[in-house]
Each structure stands twice: as structure tokens, then as C-alpha cells.
């Protein structure tokens, strides 16, 4: 024999004046956050639309006057898409000595990138973790590096390059490159290593491990986004260096792009389609660059200020 549950309905006792209405609950309001968040941020949009343009628009402009002859770019509306595009100022530009400039501008990059991981990483292991007295007094003085333009040091470091028989090569311009990126590649590095727990180097030690095999299983993957922002701060920095290629090179061998640029603009002074398609050429590398490490950027620069 089954038996049947059967569920019923309260229902509100009669008032004096007829029938209550049911009873219903009380509707729960959302969350502040949860509505703000369904809210259109108009003036974020607008802002957000003003910077568009604002970077789009000379990428669209250098990109399409590279495109355009010398008489279109005269004649023709600047901002125009190029009626008739050409290739023809990229070849002129790479038969003018492009390629020499952009191979030495890479080798100046990588060895600058090389140098400043290679020296930035163990240096900011050893302040994050080292109590001693002697080592933060190093850390600072540092960073007092950051406060030293380059343009006030040129004479000494010529002075120093001659000095060492390094004038006029690619090594006079990597040197006093890495040593001014060092300091905030340390800086990064050194806030984003604060971060990891200090039971996970307990572990670590518990286990056997030696400082060499802590670095390389630890800290190199825990500090990869840090990593990331000091090469792409790094390549930045010494792939449009100008002072020092001007001041201790001189050749037309040692030559980058930076100042190859500067050629093309005397060798094509009134060519400005070329010109442009020189500096859009210059632009493709970094940009690559960029694209590959920019989701690491902002979580390694903000790394280690949240505290």
C-alpha cells in the first residue's frame, strides 16, 4: 500500500475587511558590484575610443605612406588609403644598408638581455633572501643608479671605452647599456621574488636542496613574469638607444638602427614614403616582442606591491 505525500499551500487567514492576498519572500537585491558591473561605463568607453585613435591613427599614417610612390604621397590625400600600393620604397630601404643595421641591432639587443637577466636574477635571489646588513646597503646603492641620467655619465664612460680599446665596436655600446638597465631589472626581480612564500624555500631546504638547484626549480618558474618584464623592458631600452651608438661608434660597420634611421633621413630627405618604410621595418621586431611577453607585463611590474 503506497501513500501519497501531498503538499499544500498555506493560506493566509482571512482579514476583517475580505481575504489577505498570499505571502510572498522578499525579493533579494543583488550585490552593488554585481549591478555596477551591468552598467555600461560610458566614459571608460569614450576614453578607452580617444586612446584608439590616438595610437592607431600615426601606426595607419606611417603604414600607408610607406605604401604610397613619391608622387602619390605629394600629390594624394596623406591620409588616404594609397590607390596604387607599392613595395617599392621597402626594397629601396633594404638595398640601402637596412639589413647590416638591423643585424647589429639585434646582437647589441640579445647581449644586452642576456647580460642583465643573467646578472639581475641571481642578485635579486640573493637580496630577497639574505638578512644581511651589507647586502641591502648594496641593493641601495643600486638603485641610486636609477636616479643617474645617462647623458650625465657620457665623458666618463667614453673616457673608460678608450680606455679599454673598445671604441668603435658593438660591445662599446652593450656594456654601458646593461649597466643602466640593471638596476630597475634587479628592482623588478628582486619585488616579484619577495612574493614567493618562505615556506616553499623551507621546503626546498628540507629536501636537500642547495641554492643552485633552489634558483633553477624555484625561483627561474615562480619569476617568469618578472623575467619576461625585464627582457621586454631591456630589448626597449637597448633596441632604441641613441646616445650611446652616436658617442662611441663611428663606423659605418658598428652603425645601428637608431642611427641608420638618421642616415636614411639625410639619404631620403624629401623621400618620406622610404623614410617611413624604414621606420616601419625598425618597429616589426620590438613589437613581436611584445605581442609574445605582454600578458606576463603587467603582473611582473606590479609584483611585490601589493604588500
Do not use: C
Amino acid at each position: 500500500m503506497s501513500t501519497q505525500h501531498v503538499t499544500t499551500t498555506p493560506v493566509a487567514a482571512p482579514g476583517p475587511g475580505g481575504p489577505r492576498p498570499p505571502v510572498s519572500a522578499p525579493r533579494r537585491r543583488r550585490p552593488l558590484r554585481a549591478r555596477l558591473r551591468r552598467r555600461p561605463n560610458l566614459l571608460a568607453g569614450v576614453l578607452a575610443t580617444i586612446w584608439l585613435i590616438l595610437v592607431a591613427g600615426p601606426l595607419y599614417y606611417m603604414i600607408s605612406s610607406s605604401l604610397r610612390s613619391r608622387s602619390d604621397y605629394l600629390s594624394g590625400n596623406p591620409l588616404a588609403p594609397p590607390s596604387s600600393p607599392t613595395l617599392e620604397n621597402y626594397w629601396t630601404v633594404l638595398e640601402g644598408g637596412f639589413t647590416r643595421y638591423l643585424f647589429n641591432n639585434v646582437v647589441v639587443t640579445v647581449a644586452t638581455v642576456l647580460i642583465v637577466v643573467g646578472l639581475a636574477v641571481p642578485a635579486a635571489y640573493a637580496i630577497a633572501r639574505s638578512t644581511s646588513r651589507l647586502v641591502q646597503r648594496g641593493f641601495t646603492l643600486l638603485l641610486a643608479g636609477l636616479a643617474i641620467p645617462a647623458q650625465a655619465t657620457i665623458i666618463p664612460v667614453y673616457l673608460l671605452i678608450t680606455r679599454m680599446n673598445l671604441y668603435d665596436s658593438l660591445t662599446a655600446i652593450i656594456l654601458p647599456t646593461a649597466a643602466f638597465a640593471l638596476p630597475v631589472g634587479t628592482l623588478v626581480l628582486t619585488n616579484s621574488l619577495r612574493d614567493v612564500p618562505r615556506e616553499l624555500y623551507e621546503a626546498q631546504a628540507i629536501d636537500g636542496a642547495g641554492a643552485f638547484r633552489v634558483l633553477r626549480h624555484l625561483v627561474l618558474p615562480l619569476a617568469r613574469p618578472a623575467i619576461v618584464t625585464v627582457v621586454i623592458f631591456t630589448s626597449l631600452t637597448a633596441w632604441n638607444g641613441f646616445l650611446f651608438p652616436l658617442v662611441l661608434t663611428q663606423s659605418e660597420s658598428t652603425r645601428v638602427l637608431t642611427l641608420g634611421l638618421w642616415n636614411f633621413q639625410g639619404q631620403f630627405g624629401t623621400n618620406v614614403p622610404a623614410l617611413l618604410a624604414a621606420v616601419t621595418l625598425s618597429v616589426l621586431p620590438i613589437f613581436v616582442v611584445y605581442l609574445i611577453g605582454r600578458r606576463f607585463l603587467l603582473s611582473g611590474l606590479t609584483a611585490g606591491f601589493g604588500k
